[in-house]
C-alpha cells in the first residue's frame, strides 16, 4: 500500500484545543480509517514543524479526502509527501 508522509503545523486554534490531544488524536484515525487509510505512526515534533505522520492509503484520493475532512476542522495545516520503503527504493533505482 502507498505510503505518505504528512507535515502538520497547528492553528492558533489546533493551540488552543492542545489539552484535547489524546481525543483530536482518535478521532482523526476513526476519521481516517473510514476513508480506508492507516496511521502507521504519529511523532511530534520541535522545528518547522509540529508533529508528522506517516500513513499508509489505497491512493492519492483516499489520503486527500481523510485529510481534507480533518483539515477543514481548522486545527492544523498539513503538507503531504509520497513515500517509499527502502525496499521499494532499491526496485526504483535499479534501471538508472
Known sequence: MPIF????????KGLATLKNFSENL???????????VKIKEF?????RYDFVAICEAPNAEAISK????????GR????????????K???LVQGI
Open 5 to 12: 508522509v504528512i507535515l502538520g503545523k497547528w492553528t492558533q
Open 43 to 47: 511523532v511530534g515534533t520541535m522545528g
Open 76 to 87: 492544523f495545516k498539513t503538507e503531504t509527501l509520497r513515500g517509499f520503503t527502502a525496499e
Open 66 to 73: 481523510a485529510l481534507l475532512s480533518r483539515v477543514s476542522e
Open 26 to 36: 482518535k478521532a482523526g484515525t476513526n476519521v481516517f480509517e473510514s476513508h480506508g
Open 89 to 91: 527504493m532499491s526496485e
